[in-house]
């Protein structure tokens, strides 16, 4: 793991820390007291302290939120939309496959998942604080920065196998487990 990956990992961990840490304060007197004590010895005001640590772990969940509906919605409309519905085409256009379907499937189930991700956005928008929302876009740039870089290996191959009945096989030489070159 990347260096830099694991800074960014340790800054979301220690926010959901604090977060869970100052839930768990507010849910049980017990722990409150506890956290209290803790916090008499600091050399400035605990008022502060508390809503700056509320502003970094709200802005953390909603990271947490952002990436996640990143990977849900995001990255298949990103992955049908960027790579696969274009190198459809592409392979339409050689004749290398024989229908138009794969381009049709590919734009429809990316446009439909970019529709429901703008809709979740929409939804998950202002819904707490502004700390929220910030933390929401960030989540989906990691999340999109993560979905780009991220390196795909065999994927010509899984694009073939998943459009095996469209291929050309005037054109293009396949072999399949049964034949024998």
Request: glycine share 12%.
């Amino acid at each position: 793991m990347k260096y830099s990956t694991r800074i960014a990992y340790g800054v979301i961990g220690v926010g959901a820390g604090v977060a869970f840490t100052m839930w768990l304060g507010a849910s049980s007197s017990e722990v409150a007291i506890v956290l209290t004590g803790v916090l008499e010895w600091l050399p400035f005001d605990r008022a502060v302290l508390l809503n700056e640590l509320e502003g970094a772990g709200i802005f953390a969940i909603g990271c947490g939120v952002g990436i996640v509906a990143w990977l849900v919605t995001g990255q298949g409309a990103f992955r049908c939309l960027g790579r696969r519905a274009p190198r459809a085409w592409l392979l339409w256009r050689r004749d290398v496959l024989t229908s138009f379907l794969p381009v049709l499937k590919y734009t429809v189930i990316g446009l439909v998942m970019g529709a429901l991700g703008v809709y979740l956005v929409q939804y998950l928008w202002g819904l707490w604080t502004s700390a929220y929302s910030a933390g929401l876009v960030v989540g989906g740039v990691v999340g999109a920065v993560y979905s780009a870089t991220r390196s795909h290996r065999h994927s010509q191959l899984n694009f073939l196998e998943a459009n095996q009945r469209y291929i050309n096989d005037e054109n293009v030489s396949v072999f399949t487990e049964t034949e024998k070159p």
